[in-house]
Structures are given as structure tokens and as C-alpha cells.
């Protein structure tokens, strides 16, 4: 069936194979034995729990030896676990947020006239080029105290003194919305311009409200779409490190945050290397989920 | 879809638009700001630009950002494209579900994971952090993406084009060459894009993998930015904005164009 020559045809699967196999798959093996090691003041700062080098047999004396100490430390000190509880508690509120935000535009941009869309379209990836650094950054001249926001707000005598957004965890629902809204609209998008609006015409026909029209036909139509998109901003919402350590305060706990300073701050690798598969393993079934999606799109498509 | 436009239409779209732009355009007018309190207008002025310029460390970091970012994104474009033909030609082969899953993960991986776990792998073969090991992590992450905008070029892609030129003595090579590829570049080169922004704008994989010697851009802006707000990197932001945006504009258009004269030549062929 392929035309190509049969090697060729066998190194353009392995070639990007290898590499992931390589650069993807193994270090995440390193990642769970490095969770199971003893931490120690050497250079790197681990023990290592399993020497390659040890052959068959003793790679089985090397296992005897895991040390679960990572993960019992783990659900001991309460600074992890509820970490844990509220990156998912934050990704959640962000990520309906981002729904309540993303629907109506992306919808809107459907029902755009034909020769609208494609430059409404290039507007919402265009900010996706741009740094993500950068667009975390901007907002901390518009939140802080001082910021623009107050200052407008101020002038405009809704408040009557300066709210307090930087540092809170307010501060990290809009910078999350903000940076992963392209990544809810444009999943949407998609799905709501391929609906078709005679379907709409003959609910109205037949008597249906425009209201309950959406609710009883463009909504549930949507569902792809929205599971996509809320995917796309929920799992890398939950391991965010930038948006929280820019944006949010002392009292802001996220698990990104805690392993990258578990990791560069106090250097401790296995723990952090616990932290990492705790929260892998509570990813797994939305990244499944995910990947699902993906591919069914993808075979519908081809 | 066609349905009428109404306000409320209208309205979120203008919001969304704006809640999209007006942080980006703030930044951008205050780095003309004389003064250097971020927030408080004091008239126009370049001269955080020309601080910038004058700051060796940040044009140091732009110019390792900037090899990491081309070198990065050109493999990634190879490995991306080779990893998208071999999923949409071959529906079977040993090790499917395990490289689809492969190419997918990476999109929606937190990046402290991707991060550290590259680090690891790194330091248990001995490589020494820096430059290499920067761009060996942004390839593995960026060539799923090339993969995915690829991929979904190549499912639109008549594969009759590439029969006909093989009935008509090519060599598979030169099918490839000359009819596959042309018809498929416009992904490819989004993919290239989309790879090297992606280089550019990453801090996390970036402060795992990097060693002594290799700060890049975003590493140097965050760190500074810990400290506060400065007139200064909102001027090297505004660069950045400004270049990735031209960029991302002009390219789009001659894609676009490309794209038009392709489907046209594709159209043509087909029909006779």
C-alpha cells in the first residue's frame, strides 16, 4: 500500500520512535526509580535505587531495597497533599471560567458573518504566539495595588479604595483564563462552525425558543468540543508553575510550584521525583480521556 | 454555520477580543513610559529600549535563546513530520497506540514534569547541562506539535496525486519530493513556527535542562521580574511581541497564498 521503499518507509516510524522512546518514556522510568531512592548530600543528590549495572539478579536485591520513604513523607507533611487538593480546585474554578468566557466568544465567532471569520480566527491564535511569560507578565502591572486596574477603577469611583487582586488566588484564576483561553476557543470553535444552522431553523419552525434551542440542540452538539477544550486548559493548569509564582501569594499553594522548589530550593530530588509521579498518576485518566478525543477526531476526520 | 449575527454575538465577541489584546497593548505603551514607576504616565520615551540593548546579560540570552530556538525547531520539524507520515499512512503497526500516546502526551504534560524527568535522564547519563541539553528537551516537546499540525494536513491529502506520479515512472523518492512535499509545506512550515515560538517562549523545561553559560531569554525575564516590574523588560517584551507577531503575520499571508496555489495546481491535476 505505501509507496515508499520499505526501509524508508521503516525509518520514518522509527526514527521519531527511538527519540521518544529515548527522550519521553525512559525519563519518566527515571523519574519513578529516583522516586524510590534515598535522598543524600552528594552530587546529583540521590542514592541511586537500581544500578543497571547489577545484572539480572541483582537488579532483584536492588528492588528489595525501594524505599517507599518518599511517598509516606509525602502524606505526612500536609503542605503536599494540600497542594495537591487545591491545583485541583484552582484548575477547576479556572477552567469553568475559561468555559463561561470561551463559549459565547467562540460561538459568536460562528455566527460571524463567512469573510469575518478567518480574521477572527487569526486574532484568537495570535496571542498563543506570543509569549506565555509575557502575557503572565502583563498582568502584574494591571493587577497590583498601584496597578491599572485600581487606578481605573478609582477614577471611574466604583471603588473607593484600592482592591487587593495581586498575591491571591483571584490573581491566578484570571492569569490562567488569560494565558489558556485561545486553547478553549479554538476546540469550540471548531465544532460550532461545522454545526449545521438548519438544524436551529427547524427547531424554530417547529416552535422552540431560541433558548431552549441552544440548550436542546447546539449545547449537547458541542460536547466534543468542550471536553477538548476544557482538557486542553485543565491538566496544564493543575501542574502550573509560572501563573502561580508571578501572580499569586504565599498562601497560593500549587504542586508545580511546591516540586520546583522542593527540587531547586531545598534539592531534593526524590522527593520531588514523588511529587511528580503523584501527580502524573492524577492526571492519567484526564490525559486519557484527552488522548481519546484526539485520536476519534482524528480518524473522523481522515 | 450561518445564522444571523445578533448583539449578543457581537458584544462577546468584542469582549473576549478585548480581555485578549488590552493587557498586551498596556504592556507595550507603558515600555514608551519616561518614567520608571511602571504605572504612572510620565511621557514618551526609548530609552528603556536603549538600556535594554545596553544590558550584556539580556542580549546574551537573547542570542542563546535565539540558537537554541532556530536549531530546536528545525529537527523538531524533521522528527514531527517523519512521526505525523507515519501515523496517518500506517493505521497499523507494532507499538501504535504507545507512539500515538507518546505524540499526544507531551501537548497537555505540566511542564515541571516534562522538565525534570528530561533533567534526570540527563544527568543519569552524564551529560552536562547547557546549551545541548536545552535544545535535545525543546525537540522532544516541540516535535509532537509539528507532528499534530502536520498530521492533519497530510489527512486532507489526496494520496492518488503520489500513485499517479509512481505510475508515471517516478522514483518513490522523487514522488515524494516533488509532489508530496510541496503539497504538505505549508504545515510544515506552520510547524516549523509553531516549534520555534515555542523554543523562544518556554521557562520551565529551560531552568531544568540549562546549566551554567546557557540563561536564555525567558529564564533572564523571569528572574528579574521576581524582583518587580521594570520599564526595562517591558521594552525587551515589547521586542519580542513585536518580532513573533511580524513574523507570525507575514507568514500566515504567504501560506495562505501558497495554500491557494497549491489547491488550485491539486484541483488542475485531478481534473485532467
Partial sequence: ?302 | MNRHWSKFNIVSVVLGFAFLYIPILLLIIYSFNASKLVTVWAGFSTKWYTAAFANQGLVDAAWVTFRVAIISATIATVLGTLAAMALARNTRFRGRFLFSGMIYAPLVMPEVITGLSLLLLFVAVGMDRGITTVTLAHITFSMCFVAVVVQSRLASFDRSLEEAALDLGATPARAFFSVTLPIIMPAIVAGWMLAFTLSLDDLVIAQFNSGPGATTLPMKIFSQVRLGVTPEINAVCTILVGVVTTGVIIASLSIKRQEVRAARAERLATQT
Avoid: H
Avoid at chain 1, 523519574?31 to 541511586?48: D, G, R, T
Avoid at chain 1, 458573518?113 to 480574521?119: I, S
Avoid at chain 1, 497590583?144 to 482592591?163: A, C, R, T
Fill in chain 1, 1 to 302: 500500500m505505501n509507496a515508499l521503499q520499505p526501509i524508508v518507509k521503516r525509518a520514518t516510524i522509527w526514527l521519531p520512535y527511538l527519540w521518544l522512546l529515548i527522550f519521553f518514556l525512559a525519563p519518566f522510568v527515571m523519574v519513578v526509580k529516583l522516586s524510590v531512592s534515598e535522598p543524600a548530600i552528594a552530587q546529583p543528590p540521590y542514592i541511586p535505587a537500581l544500578d543497571w549495572l547489577d545484572g539480572p539478579l541483582g537488579w532483584w536485591e536492588d528492588i528489595k531495597k525501594f524505599s517507599f520513604s518518599n511517598y509516606t513523607f509525602l502524606t505526612q507533611d500536609a503542605l503536599y497533599w494540600k497542594s495537591y487538593l487545591s491545583s485541583v480546585q484552582i484548575a477547576l474554578i479556572s477552567t469553568v471560567l475559561t468555559l463561561l468566557i470561551g463559549y459565547p466568544l467562540a460561538y459568536g465567532m460562528a455566527s460571524a458573518p463567512r469573510t469575518l471569520r478567518p480574521l477572527l480566527l487569526m486574532l484568537v491564535i495570535l496571542p498563543f504566539w506570543t509569549s506565555f511569560l509575557i502575557r503572565v507578565y502583563a498582568w502584574i502591572g494591571i493587577l497590583k495595588k498601584e496597578g491599572l486596574l485600581n487606578q481605573f477603577l478609582l477614577w471611574l469611583g466604583v471603588i473607593s479604595e484600592p482592591l487587593t487582586i495581586m498575591n491571591t488566588n483571584w490573581a491566578v484564576y484570571i492569569g490562567i483564563v488569560y494565558s489558556y483561553l485561545p486553547f478553549m476557543v479554538l476546540p469550540l470553535y471548531a465544532n460550532l462552525e461545522k454545526q449545521d444552522s438548519a438544524l436551529l431553523e427547524a427547531a424554530a419552525d417547529l416552535g422552540c425558543s431560541k433558548m431552549s434551542a441552544f440548550w436542546q440542540i447546539t449545547w449537547p452538539l458541542s460536547r466534543p468540543g468542550v471536553i477538548a477544550g476544557c482538557m486542553l486548559v485543565f491538566i496544564p493548569a493543575v501542574g502550573e508553575f509560572v501563573i502561580p509564582s508571578l501572580l499569586g501569594g504565599s498562601s497560593t499553594l500549587m504542586i508545580g510550584r511546591v516540586l520546583f522548589d522542593e527540587f531547586f530550593q531545598n534539592r531534593d530530588w526524590p522527593v520531588s521525583s514523588a511529587v511528580a509521579v503523584i501527580l502524573l498518576l492524577l492526571l492519567i485518566v484526564p490525559i486519557m480521556l484527552f488522548q481519546r478525543s484526539e485520536v476519534r477526531a482524528r480518524e473522523q476526520s481522515a
